[in-house]
């Protein structure tokens, strides 16, 4: 009896064995998964197009206040050379003692004028009390001519109070306009900015006295080739470091594209160069003029976009493909490219953030691939497979031998 057992025994782990080989070596049929291959989720990021050059730190403007001959000699110049200076500053300041002259002889009739009123008042007050300190013993004509005479009097002089106060006004007016017109003998600065330039003695209309050069914000002078200027134009953004300072970026707008080109061209010349200006967004206060900068004129830009490296792409018959992780199984998704920079690829249409995808795609892989996660350490450990029930012990036996 025990014979035939033995024999089907054996028999049976033979049918066993089979089995798995035909399982094996038949993977074409049967639907395996795959050990999770390495992802990477998805992001949003920026994409730049920029084209690089070089420039440098000039002043964003320049004005010279020349001598002004109609304004007679200058008294003093207020400022020195290199420095700084704000917008309403005084500058220069012109002889003004004419004006000064003419204010202290208007002061004086002022003054002889208030006199006189004062007098007038007072004689005013007087013929008044007069009247009031006639005598109750004379008759009433003689009272009435009295009256008279001294109304009139009264009356003659308040007319002339009257008439002092206009001069006084007039010349209050006088006054006033000269003071204004002192003002005009006093040049401020219309910018803020750096004197460059200090001539005290200059008496020649063409001479300037002061100079200034504005020092925020800078512009930045440059050059392009035939070939670099076709792809740029004005309005554009652009990148700015200067060379010394290389780290701190600033940001700039292609102010002005000038079509003559610099020096005469030649035949000889591979290509002629034309100068641009950028003007900076913003005041920078460690820049100064003559500074060399780098330029990353933005000729195309997309920010806040689903960015991939382009190794995660696979492309066939035109279109593109990324393998999108979901549920542990393998999405082969169609996908729509954007821009491309640096081998960082932009996703117009197919992805969202947050997604998983797989970092490097090989050919094995398949739309609804089953994908199995490696197996924890800690799972084959005895006392961890002790807390499996029997239910989830067949289930890990019956996946790992047919998976």
Not at 374 to 385: D, R, V, W
Request: aromatic residues 4%.
């Amino acid at each position: 009896m025990k014979k035939p057992a033995f024999i089907c025994s054996i028999i049976t782990s033979l049918a066993l064995v089979i089995s798995s080989v035909i399982i094996i070596v038949k993977t074409d049929y049967i639907k395996r998964s795959k050990a999770m291959p390495v992802y990477m989720v998805t992001e949003l990021g920026d994409l730049r197009e920029t084209l690089p050059t070089k420039g440098v730190v000039i002043p964003a403007g320049h004005y010279s206040i020349h001598y002004d001959r109609t304004l007679g000699s200058v008294k003093e110049v207020k400022v020195e050379e290199g420095a700084a200076v704000s917008s309403g500053d005084a500058l220069i300041e012109y002889n003004t003692t004419h004006i000064d002259n003419e204010i202290s002889s208007l002061e004086q009739q002022l003054g002889r004028l208030s006199s006189l009123s004062s007098k007038l008042e007072s004689d005013i007050a007087d013929l008044e009390q007069e009247q009031l300190d006639q005598s109750v013993d004379l008759d009433d004509q003689t009272i009435a001519q009295n009256d008279k005479i001294i109304n009139s009097q009264i009356s003659d002089k308040e007319y002339q109070v009257q008439d002092i106060e206009m001069q006084s006004d007039q010349i209050n007016e006088k006054i006033k306009q000269l003071k204004s017109d002192k003002e005009n003998y006093v040049i401020k600065s219309k910018m803020d900015g750096i004197v460059t330039k200090v001539n005290s003695f200059s008496q020649s209309e063409k001479d300037p006295i002061v100079s200034i050069e504005s020092n925020q914000p800078f512009l930045i002078e440059g050059k392009l080739s035939e070939n670099e200027i076709i792809k740029v134009q004005e309005g554009q953004k652009a990148i700015v470091s200067a060379a010394v300072l290389p780290k701190q970026k600033n940001e700039g707008t292609v102010k002005e594209l000038k079509m003559t080109p610099i020096g005469k061209p030649s035949v000889e010349e591979k290509e002629s160069f034309y100068p641009f200006i950028l003007e900076m967004a913003k005041a920078v206060d460690n820049w100064h003029h003559g500074y060399h900068v780098n330029v990353d004129i933005v000729l195309k830009e997309r920010n806040g976009v689903v960015v991939v490296p382009d190794k995660v792409i696979q492309k066939k018959d035109a279109k593109s493909y990324a393998y999108v992780l979901q549920n542990g199984m393998l999405e082969k998704r169609k996908i729509q490219l954007g821009m491309e920079i640096n081998h960082r690829q932009e996703v117009v249409e197919g992805l969202k953030e947050g997604e998983r995808i797989i970092s490097k795609p090989s050919e094995e892989l398949r739309d609804k691939m089953g994908i199995t996660m490696p197996i924890n350490e800690l799972y084959l450990k005895k006392q961890t497979m002790k807390t499996f029930t029997n239910e989830q012990t067949i289930r890990l036996v019956l996946k790992g031998l047919f998976n």
